[in-house]
């Protein structure tokens, strides 16, 4: 394996990992690199507390809007979800997974194909 930048650190203080042909699509459950570990850490804690996705909700229209959202996630509350769906004008669509963890929609199946297909279907739509 080759090393490279990581595109995904922050500019200052740029680290060094390895390269790999695997996308984010093909890559095994955990990401690209075997070195990556989920964890909550205390900038993504800093960002769970301090981010306002309300005001995103309120800017959005009106433009069309799609929420994909597990029925429980410990870190994005389907409460959050509902609201900001209630904020959005329309076009909108607020799509429910059985999802019981916040990376089950990026990492497990089957939830990542139905995710990907209401995006489809969403954007077949609106774009």
Do not use: Q
Request: proline share 8%; with cysteine.
């Amino acid at each position: 394996m080759r090393w490279s930048t990581c595109p995904w650190w922050p500019r200052r203080g740029r680290r060094r990992c390895r390269a790999t042909s695997r996308s984010p699509t093909t890559a095994p459950p955990g990401g690209a690199s075997e070195h990556w570990r989920n964890e909550v850490t205390r900038a993504s804690v800093r960002e769970l507390i301090t981010v306002d996705n309300m005001t995103g909700a309120d800017f959005l229209s009106p433009k069309p809007g799609l929420i994909v959202h597990g029925v429980v996630d410990r870190f994005c509350s389907p409460e959050g979800a509902e609201e900001a769906y209630r904020r959005m004008d329309e076009p909108k669509r607020l799509v429910w997974l059985d999802a019981k963890l916040h990376i089950d929609l990026y990492d497990t199946e089957p939830h990542v194909t139905r995710a990907v297909e209401a995006v489809t279907a969403f954007f077949g739509e609106h774009l």
